[in-house]
Each structure stands twice: as C-alpha cells, then as structure tokens.
C-alpha cells in the first residue's frame, strides 16, 4: 500500500499546471481579515499544506516572514525554485514540534482539512505551534443545507467522489465543534467561490484561545 507521502508525491508531479480560480479571492479576504486580526507585516506566518509555494510566496510579498511545510518533497522542491524567498519544510506538521512551539502568529491551512485522517493531531499541532492568542486562518469546502440538497439531486457521486482525495466533509456547525476542541474560537465565518448559499469553500478565522 502506498504511504500518504509517496500518494501526494504522485498528485504532485506536474506542479506547475497548478491554476486555482479561486486564489484571488483567497488574497483579498487574507489581505482584510489578518490585518483585522491583529496579524500585521512583520508577523510570523506559516502556510500549513503549501503546495507550490503560492500563499507562502504572496506572505513574504505582504511583507510576513513566511514560512510553508507540505507532505511532498516534489511540490517543496517546485516551490523553493519557483517562489523562493519563504523558508520551506517537507514532512507533516507535527514534524515542527517541540522545536517551533509557539513560534507563529498565525497559520493559514487552505484546502487542507478535508484531506486528512488525523484531523485531531492536525489541530493540536496547529494549536501548540501558535503563540497564544496567535490566528488560524483555515478554508475548507463549503456544505450547507441548500448546497448539500443540490449535490444530493445531482451530483453526488461526482462531488463525493468515492476514489478522491477528499475524506472529510464539513458543515458549520461540524467544522465549529472541531476548532472549539482543540482551543480555537471561530471570530469571523464566511466564504468564497460562487455566491451564499452555495460557496465553493468555508473561509474562517479564529483564535487561539486556551492550550490543548
């Protein structure tokens, strides 16, 4: 069976064919809510999931000392040629621990969440890597009532794909209790990509607030 690290060096192999629609409207709510969120220019920021060094570049551009960590070897090498000047890291997040404990002002993990088992160690990770009261700034694909009854009539199988990448699947309240165990409190909920009540994708900030 192959391990998830070799599974996401295979999904990686043609980095750069990489072309999100949606990574515009992804920079302007960053460039809105982490500013309002007391996040400023200077800020330690870490790009948890970066793929091909898109946001962790787009960081650095704003003026963060950024930082990017994925599971592939292939993508980081793509990204630390491509978009260099981020400091880039292979391995899962709970490689950075003790060592960068408390270390960050804020993470931002984009389209990530839905891809993991261990979501669990994912945000106790996060947790323990931000200062306290540090931000998450995490999006995930959107499911809301309205959403989920037109995905049902129609596109069930396509949308949950039984071969895809995506294991998890979060409503609001689902995607809520999760931050609120390991010490997060959701400050501003919205979303991107098509319009209320069928958003593309979840867009969420929330802080830290207790240790897990």
């Not at 980095?15 to 629609?21: K, Q, V």
């Not at 950024?66 to 040629?81: K, P």
């Not at 839905?114 to 999006?139: A, C, M, Q, W």
């Amino acid at each position: 069976m192959t391990d998830i690290a070799e599974y996401y060096d295979r999904s990686w192999t043609q980095p750069e064919l990489y072309n999100d629609r949606t990574s515009p409207l992804r920079k302007a709510l960053l460039r809105k809510h982490l500013p309002a969120a007391g996040v400023k220019p200077g800020a330690r920021v870490l790009d948890l999931g970066c793929g091909c060094g898109e946001f962790a570049a787009f960081f650095k551009a704003e003026g963060y000392e950024a930082e990017g960590i994925d599971i592939s070897g292939n993508v980081v090498e793509w990204a630390r040629t491509h978009n260099p000047g981020p400091v880039y890291h292979v391995g899962e997040v709970s490689a950075m621990l003790p060592a960068r404990q408390g270390a960050f002002d804020a993470v931002f993990s984009s389209e990530v969440i839905e891809h993991l088992f261990d979501v669990e160690g994912y945000l106790r990770s996060i947790n323990r890597l931000l200062k306290p009261r540090g931000v998450l700034v995490l999006t995930t694909p959107y499911h809301g009532v309205v959403k989920n009854i037109v995905i049902a009539l129609s596109r069930f199988s396509h949308h949950f794909d039984p071969l895809g990448q995506h294991i998890r699947f979060f409503d609001r309240p689902g995607l809520e209790m999760c931050l609120r165990k390991f010490g997060f409190a959701a400050e501003v909920w919205t979303g991107f990509g098509r319009f209320w009540p069928v958003w593309q994708s979840h867009f969420v900030v929330s802080r830290k607030v207790q240790d897990v």
